[in-house]
């Protein structure tokens, strides 16, 4: 069974940084994408950037890009949202999730309902 844990959020000042973590387990397959989606109060979970398991291909949302990087320690089984720069519309929960099949990130903008994995969400707060 796959499991993943996302950690590391927090309070960060505008302008700040923070990495997030996800930890991974339970791939029976090595053909995956691992997304990022947040949720922000009263607003519906959107996509942040994703990474492919097969070639490291990334993809990020306008919101993410130039500020997240997302990437991977497979010795740790691990993956990280690097966030820098952070803003107030930055205040989520962030989710990671997992999609069985690499191209899944990549074909464009994240659509939550093609990853069937997903970890429990840690929240980021990011202060003016």
């Known amino acids: 069974e796959v499991q993943l844990q996302a950690s590391g959020g927090g309070l960060v000042q505008a302008g700040g940084s923070l990495r997030l973590s996800c930890e991974a387990s339970?791939?029976?397959?090595?053909?995956?994408?691992i997304a990022w989606f947040r949720q922000a109060p009263g607003k519906e979970r959107e996509g942040v950037t994703c990474?492919?398991?097969?070639?490291?291909?990334?993809y990020a949302e306008d919101s993410a890009k130039g500020r997240f990087t997302i990437s991977s320690d497979h010795r740790k089984n691990t993956f990280y949202l690097q966030m820098n720069n952070l803003k107030p519309g930055d205040t989520a929960v962030y989710s990671c999730?997992?999609?069985?099949?690499?191209?899944?990130?990549?074909?464009?903008?994240?659509?939550?309902?093609?990853?069937?994995?997903w970890g429990q969400g840690t929240l980021v707060t990011v202060s003016s």
């Open positions: 999730a997992a999609a069985r099949g690499s191209a899944w990130c990549g074909l464009g903008p994240l659509t939550e309902h093609e990853y069937s994995y």
């Open positions: 990474i492919s398991s097969r070639d490291g291909k990334t």
């Open positions: 339970g791939f029976t397959f090595d053909d995956y994408a």
